[in-house]
């Protein structure tokens, strides 16, 4: 918080860690932008992160620089995006979606801890009420931007430095 000038930081009900920095009008639409802080394998380093890093270092250059915009940001990193643990992908922004399957706390990882006892012993609440209560209202939002690398080994093998997205899913 301190290193970058947020306003606000906390460790959600599900382990998101999420920033804000005030807008000069509060009651302006916020600005959701984020990124997961998990990985896959051979993902790279900067696979989600980046979409963290660019946000907070906005953040700082912005608080540095004494400015506020008329809105404000909120940056989300987001938990368990990519299901290594246990199967239970988009954990971390199924929550502010209101899309956490009850029945994720349940499973259990490779060495039989449940999900709800590794949330515990994280000093995660882990409980549907405390979870529930993370979603969020879309027209609280001007919208949702993430900056995102993908850095698999596909590029890398074809030896080219680059990759452009000409269409995505979701």
Known sequence: RADCGFDEVEIDAVGNVVGVYHGSDRQA???LTGSHYDTVRNGGKYDGRLGIFVPMICVRELKRAG???PYGF???GFAEEEG???KATFLGSGALTG???PAWLDQTDADGISMRDAMRLAGLAAVLPAINALKRD???YQGFVE???EQGPVLNALDLPLGVVT???G
């Open 74 to 76: 909120e940056v989300v």
């Open 84 to 86: 290594q643990r246990y």
């Open 167 to 169: 269409s995505i899913n």
């Open 138 to 140: 879309p027209g609280d």
């Open 147 to 149: 900056v995102h690398i």
């Open 67 to 69: 400015k506020r915009l």
């Open 99 to 101: 899309h956490f399957d």
């Open 29 to 31: 639409k916020r600005l």
